[in-house]
């Protein structure tokens, strides 16, 4: 298969959480980037790129509110797909417009990682669909994982959120760009409502290290390899493979430059990376922003996590707070205009992995 020579882009990854109006969009441009089908599907509420036969990268068009990406992969069996976005909502609005773009059942649904955006559609999926994810994923949200500080600080920072959106519109004149703010608001608010009816639904098939599920596709080999490389954004990241169509799925491990870090393990996700860059694809699918080739993307997200992890090193050497470093950190990325409780958070959280605790794997391996 040819590879793909799009450009990568600089929106980063500010979907990821996005705290104000901020979002990348689909990230189809202007319809002058190739791809290997250059077929793109639009429903009411996502669209299909598909980046090689019978494999889709799925965003969000704005219509509701999904938070994250998701892939389709279709095989002369049955259909899989990869994280179920942020709700049940947004879940089943993901399956009804996959109902438009094949007639093969979903059999599978795999979640890249534990994270409220990726994985609180889970339940929206019929009870004979196999959930499968790490063991860690499955251990996490069998937790009370509403109220971890993730997903408690990002939910309850919504109501913020509303109003600083309703501030900016009043401001706006009346026209295009007000009804657009304004739309954006009622998308919002309906999210908010839609993350109620959230009943965390863990993985019900698991994996440790590696998985491979064996299908074809127009009688060929399409191997569908799911495969844990290390700890790093969160102690259960999966990437999913596609080796011969060279195409990798990574969630939240790989982002175009920033990535989240209130749940990661900072200091093991640059290993990770290593193995990561081991793999033989052409186009990275990443969990936010638009899909990538240029490696120098993951250069960036290397140099974001050195840098934040020497400065956290920085201001637990001089013992200072959570509280008191958040101040002394420079936050780039989406980071930035986070709020202070999440920041805190990714502090916390990298203090007790230079502290060695808080972790029961750790605990277990000692
Ligand atoms: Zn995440």
Redesign the pocket.
Known sequence: MRPTHRLATTCLAVT??AFGLAACGGGNGDGDIATPTGAVVETDTHTFEEVAPGVYFIVGTGSIFVQ?NAMLVVTDQDALVVDSHVTPAAARALLASIAEVTEKPVTHLVN????F??AHGNQAFPDDVAIVGHEFTRAMLMTDVMNQP?AAIFTGNIPNQIAAMKGAADAMEDGEEKDQALNEIRVQEAHYVAVGETDPTPPNVTLTSRMTIHRTFEGRDRPIELLHLGRG??GGDVVVLLPNERVVFT??LVLAGA??IG?AYVDEWLDTLDRFEELEFDLILP?HGPTFSDMAQVDSLRQFLADFWNQASAAHEQGLSPEEAIAEIEWQGFLAAAPDALKIHCVQTAYSRMDGDGDPEDADSE
Request: hydrophobic share 15%.
């Open positions: 990821v959480l994250s890249t990682h534990y994270h955006d990726h993730t954004h969160t969630g939240d990535a989240y749940d969990g």
